[in-house]
């Protein structure tokens, strides 16, 4: 299913492309890639929530990383990386309504992930495979942090991502995610 998912994903650009085959070798050289327990790299699955709109993401604070981020989480052995994003989603800001604008993966990216202490234990340095969903919901809906991952979920004004993402390889990825739905929204 993810296997299927990643190959017919089409790259928007060399770092997707390149991404991609890093993907594919991570599901062909390892059995546990899709668990915590590859301490290389494991794979997750991320939404980027739109309002009605499309002005502003909801974003939560995320405690290990100091920076307002997108929502989601590690896959921990699921492939249905869809059904993974909309349940992190829900968990990390009680939002109950979602609607995926497409069903497709939207992003691609292997992302850096430095060491850092969770739950009292050291996790070494590692990558994610993210694969990223792009998602709306109604901006007025009662949202609520999960105090032990983040301490704030907000809805952020699109063109101030800056302002609260301190995680500057992010930014590039929101932007990328950003383009792409300026797309969906022309054709």
């Given at each position: ?62 405690n ?15 492939e ?28 691609l ?26 998602f ?35 930014l ?16």
């Amino acid at each position: 299913m993810l296997r299927s998912l990643i190959e017919n994903y089409q790259p928007i650009n060399m770092q997707e492309e390149q991404d991609k085959k890093v993907m594919l070798k991570y599901l062909d050289t390892f059995d546990d890639c899709l668990t915590r327990k590859n301490e290389f790299g494991h794979f997750t699955s991320s939404s980027f929530v739109v309002n009605q709109n499309h002005t502003k993401v909801l974003m939560a604070y995320h405690n290990i990383y100091k920076s307002y981020s997108w929502l989601g989480g590690h896959v921990d052995g699921c492939e249905d990386t869809l059904k993974v994003a909309i349940k992190e989603t829900k968990e990390e800001t009680s939002i109950k309504n979602l609607k995926l604008l497409t069903p497709e993966i939207v992003t691609l990216d292997v992302i850096e992930v430095c060491g850092h202490i969770k739950n009292q234990k050291y996790v070494t340095p590692h990558v994610h495979l993210n694969v990223t969903y792009l998602f709306e919901a109604n901006d007025k809906e009662e949202i609520h942090e999960k105090i032990d991952e983040n301490s704030s979920v907000k809805w952020i004004p699109l063109d101030k991502l800056d302002k609260y993402v301190t995680e500057e390889n992010m930014l590039p990825i929101y932007k990328k995610i950003i383009k792409k739905l300026e797309d969906l929204g022309n054709n």
